[in-house]
C-alpha cells in the first residue's frame, strides 16, 4: 500500500487573514477545503507535515527597504501570534498532544517523536523549505514517503519551491488545485503546466478525499 504523507506550506495567520502582514490576496477563499482536508488527514490518521516562516530581524528576506520578490517587510517574525496556523489547519488547536515542532534553530533532530507524532511543524527561515531548515530532509528519510499530497500558500513562492524539492527527492507529488492560492499578477496556469509536466498531479480536494 502506498505511504502517503500531507505537507501543508505556510497557511499562517500573516498569509491567510486579511489583517495579516503579508497576506495574500483571496487566501481566505481556500480555507473551506484547507479544512476538508486537515479533518480527513484527523480522521485518517495521516501524517502531516506543516511548514511555517519563522523569521528574526537578520533573516535574509526581512528588509525595511523591501523588492516584495526577494525581500519583505516584517511578517512572520519569531514568537508572534502571525507564526500560527489558522483554525482550518492548525495541528495544536486539538489538545491531543500529537504534535513535534522543528526550528531551523534545533542541534538535534527528535526521530522518534517524528515517526510517533502525527503532526510535524517544520518552521524555516527561506521561502525554500529545504534551505530554510537544515532538518527538512531528515523528515523525508526518516518517514520514506512515496507520495506527499501538497497544498497552500504562495502557489508561486514557497508552494513551489516545496513541490521542486520533493520531486528531486523522488516523492510522488499530487497538489490540490482548489486548496492553493497565488499571489496578485502570478500566471498560475503555466505554474501548474510546469508541475504536470514534471510529473505533478493535480486533484481536486474532493477527488482527493473520496479518492482515500
Known sequence: MEKTIFWNVDTQKDF?????ALYVQGAEQIKHNLKKITDYARDKNIKVVNTGDYHTSVSKEISKHPDFKTTFPD????????TEFIEETSPTKIKEDNYVIINWTDDDFPVEKVRGFRNIILHKDNFNVF????W?????????PETVVVYGVATNVCVD??????LEEDC??????????????????AILKGWQD???TLISTNKLINKK
Do not use: Q
Request: glycine residues 14%; negative net charge; hydrophobic residues 40%.
Open 198 to 200: 514534471k510529473g505533478v
Open 75 to 82: 511578517h512572520c517574525m519569531a514568537g508572534t501570534e502571525g
Open 136 to 144: 527538512a530532509l531528515n523528515i523525508l528519510a526518516t518517514l520514506w
Open 131 to 134: 534551505e530554510g531548515n537544515p
Open 172 to 189: 510522488k507529488v499530487i497538489v490540490v488545485k482548489d486548496a492553493i492560492k497565488e499571489l496578485p499578477g502570478c500566471d498560475v496556469e
Open 161 to 166: 519551491h516545496a513541490i521542486n524539492g520533493l
Open 16 to 20: 491567510m487573514e486579511k489583517d495579516g
